[in-house]
């Protein structure tokens, strides 16, 4: 995990106020991660975290540029990426859930890991259709898969009907 050891922000003696961060993101970094979807990229991340009495925000801009597979034609697919999302950091030495916007640390905590925060920004700024497209990303799907994925397509429609199965389904239709 040394890949991520420049992402871990220390808070002790951080004064109240905003304190910018900025993060290089990379191949390395995805490597450290287990998801298929996100192998490579070039990211800057844009960190302000604004330190309060009892809590710290924390807001992250990411852009640059993803690499992905495109869900049409399964192609290698480079997008654009630009996301901003916020997470809270409360202190507490009570019991409490975490959830999605809120994270809660004990008091005696001097440092936060962001690299987990940083690549839930990133996957969650990801359209959830992604695919080739001229206007966008200036690139096209592979013709001959797509070509190929409507030949399948015809071969399964022009397929013939087991007549055991035409019989059933007129018995659904003939319900009174």
Same mark, same amino acid.
């Given at each position: 995990?040394?890949? =991520?050891?420049?992402?871990?922000?220390?808070?002790?003696? %951080? #004064?109240?106020?905003?304190?910018?961060?900025?993060?290089?993101?990379?191949? #390395?970094?995805? &490597?450290?991660?287990?998801? *298929?979807?996100?192998?490579?990229?070039? +990211?800057?991340?844009?960190?302000? =975290? *604004? !330190?309060?009495?009892?809590?710290?925000?924390?807001?992250?801009?990411? !852009?640059?540029?993803?690499? *992905?597979?495109?869900?049409?034609?399964?192609?290698? +697919?480079?997008?654009?990426?630009?996301? #901003?999302?916020?997470?809270?950091?409360?202190?507490?030495?009570?019991?409490?859930?975490?959830?999605?916007?809120? +994270?809660? +640390?004990?008091?005696?905590?001097?440092?936060?890991?962001?690299?987990?925060?940083?690549? &839930? *920004?990133?996957?969650?700024?990801?359209?959830?259709?992604?695919?080739?497209?001229?206007?966008?990303?200036? &690139?096209?799907?592979?013709? &001959?898969? %797509?070509? !190929? =994925?409507?030949?399948?397509?015809?071969?399964?429609?022009?397929?013939?009907?087991?007549?055991?199965?035409?019989?059933?389904?007129?018995? =659904?239709?003939? #319900?009174?």
């Amino acid at each position: 995990m040394d890949a =991520l050891s420049d992402y871990i922000i220390p808070i002790v003696g %951080l #004064k109240l106020g905003d304190h910018p961060y900025q993060f290089k993101v990379d191949g #390395k970094f995805f &490597e450290e991660f287990d998801n *298929t979807e996100l192998e490579d990229g070039v +990211l800057d991340v844009d960190l302000v =975290l *604004t !330190k309060r009495p009892n809590l710290m925000e924390l807001v992250f801009h990411v !852009k640059g540029q993803i690499e *992905t597979f495109c869900d049409r034609c399964g192609g290698a +697919l480079e997008l654009p990426l630009e996301h #901003k999302e916020m997470r809270i950091i409360k202190f507490s030495q009570e019991d409490f859930n975490n959830t999605d916007e809120i +994270l809660v +640390l004990g008091n005696d905590e001097h440092e936060i890991d962001v690299s987990h925060m940083i690549y &839930e *920004t990133i996957a969650l700024g990801l359209p959830s259709r992604r695919v080739h497209d001229e206007s966008v990303n200036g &690139e096209s799907c592979d013709q &001959e898969v %797509l070509d !190929k =994925l409507s030949e399948y397509q015809e071969k399964e429609e022009s397929e013939d009907v087991d007549d055991r199965w035409s019989a059933l389904k007129k018995l =659904l239709t003939n #319900k009174e």
